[in-house]
């Protein structure tokens, strides 16, 4: 297990880790479980989420990043060297070459405190690429090509949306409208109209059985238990998909917007390309029932869900790391 280059999808919601020629070796939610009393990290991952919602005051579970941008440098640091030492194992005195996504409207300062915080964790060099052009990459949408490209990757922090041409952006815009807010709309739903209190696990948990983005003849119910807020004890409803469609719709409209804006601002002859070819939603969030539909209902394109659209920025990591010639103008900087 001779690892050099590994390749970091680090998301908002989980983290995966990409080696070229082996594939996504961890799919990891990026969470940590930190101790107040002695600032101590406790959990990593898939561990210290199963803590969420479950711990004493002594112990707090958070994400260190908000939004695909770290909030808490410290613990992103500590999780990306977790990460890294769980892939190499026993030559962990090998320092690997690190490529990170970023998002695309990310900021210098912050593009240099992933990068550091890479260095700190144990890489020997660190690469950060914007995370449409991973994702066009890992859906196999040959950037290089003098056609426009877009891509509209959903992910738990923020939807990116960008049109892609000759390796580079075009237009893009980025909104912090994905997975997170739609979770917490299910909650708000829940506990609006039924008067119950369900956690964001609870909430996510019903947006993956039943979730969907168009409302649905033959409806999918699911059991939810969650606290009865007016009497404090347990309690269980039932909840169909419509009502799931109908709680996110508002989510989902603030993404079409982004995706018109994008459109609107491109050149007309890359926008004739988009309208040969279509897009491609990449993402958790394109795992959402009758998204596809939805998008090419509201905007009129034809619009595809990319191949393992969880792996697509993973995989285009691990592609970029592989090519780093062909693809020097879409990375961004190394240390």
């Known amino acids: 297990m001779f690892v050099r280059k590994i390749g970091i999808d680090l998301g908002t919601c989980n983290s995966l880790v990409f080696i070229p020629k082996k594939g996504a070796v961890l ?36 994400r260190p990043m908000r939004d695909g941008v770290i909030a808490d440098f410290r613990v992103t640091q500590a999780m990306l060297g977790y990460f890294i030492n769980k892939v190499l194992g026993s030559f962990k005195f090998l320092k690997p070459e690190l490529m ?3 998002p695309a409207g990310i900021t210098s300062t912050e593009r240099r405190a992933v990068i550091e915080a890479a260095v700190n964790a144990g890489a020997k060099e660190a690469f ?3 995370e449409p ?9 040959p950037i290089n090509a003098c056609s426009g490209h877009m891509i509209v990757d959903i992910g738990g922090g923020t939807s990116e949306v960008a049109v892609i041409s000759l390796g580079g952006i075009v237009t893009a815009s980025s909104v912090r409208i994905a997975g997170d807010k739609m979770n917490f709309a299910i909650s ?33 119910t699911i059991e939810v238990r969650g606290r009865d807020l007016i009497l404090g004890l347990p309690k ?27 459109l609107r601002d491109t050149p007309p002859e890359l926008s004739a390309d ?20 939805l998008v090419s209902q509201a905007i009129g394109i034809p619009c595809f869900i ?13 592609v970029a790391l592989e090519n780093l010639e062909t693809y020097k103008k879409s990375i961004m900087s190394k240390r």
């Open 27 to 62: 799919n990891e939610p990026s969470v940590v479980a930190v101790s107040m009393d002695e600032n101590r990290i406790l959990a990593v991952g898939e561990s210290a989420k199963e803590m969420t919602g479950r711990t004493p005051d002594t112990i707090r579970v958070y």
């Open 100 to 102: 990170i996504s970023v």
């Open 128 to 130: 950060v690429a914007k």
């Open 133 to 141: 052009i991973l994702a066009a990459i890992g859906a196999g949408i």
């Open 188 to 220: 708000e739903f829940i506990k609006k109209k039924y008067n119950l209190a369900v956690g964001d696990q609870t909430a996510e948990e019903i947006k993956i059985k039943i979730g969907t983005a168009l409302p649905e003849k033959e409806e999918r």
């Open 236 to 262: 269980t409803i039932k909840i169909s998909s419509n009502e799931v469609c109908g709680a996110i719709s508002e989510s989902l409209s603030d993404i079409i917007q982004v995706i018109k804006q994008v």
């Open 274 to 293: 988009i309208m040969d070819k279509g897009m491609v939603i990449s993402g958790g969030g394109a795992l959402l029932r009758n998204i596809d539909e």
């Open 306 to 318: 990319a191949e393992d659209p969880l792996l697509c920025v993973a995989k285009g990591t691990g």
